[in-house]
């Protein structure tokens, strides 16, 4: 079992930074992929960016390259995603979630475990 709790959130203007942290319970978390997907109201679910277990492997959303970061640390058992440049379409609720296989980190059907979300506003 892997418990996931979201961080970070919050009010930002747009062209501002904000941090989202993933912290994971669970002994295996470092051989787990780790995504991030992102649902805005009256939005279907959408992938942002994954990470697998060693780090060197990451994925990211159109929408998000160039802009967001994902990383992670697998002594503090948590994932990270930077994002900067932000716009109000980035405003969603921000979800972690874990994957205990490959496959290409960029679908919601491939992860087993959720965290709760956590709100991004961007303000124009």
């Known amino acids: 079992q892997v418990q996931l709790a979201e961080s970070g959130g919050g009010l930002v203007q747009a062209g501002g930074s904000l941090r989202l942290s993933c912290t994971a319970s669970?002994?295996?978390?470092?051989?787990?992929?780790m995504g991030w997907f992102r649902q805005a109201p009256g939005k279907e679910r959408e992938f942002v960016a994954a990470?697998?277990?060693?780090?060197?492997?990451?994925h990211y959303a159109d929408s998000v390259k160039g802009r967001f970061t994902i990383s992670r640390d697998n002594v503090k058992n948590t994932v990270y995603l930077q994002m900067n440049s932000l716009k109000p379409e980035d405003t969603a609720v921000y979800s972690c979630?874990?994957?205990?296989?490959?496959?290409?980190?960029?679908?919601?059907?491939?992860?087993?475990?959720w965290g709760q979300g956590t709100q991004v506003t961007v303000s124009s």
């Open positions: 990470i697998r277990w060693s780090g060197s492997t990451t």
């Open positions: 979630a874990a994957a205990p296989l490959y496959y290409s980190g960029k679908y919601s059907n491939e992860y087993n475990y």
């Open positions: 669970g002994r295996t978390f470092s051989s787990y992929v």
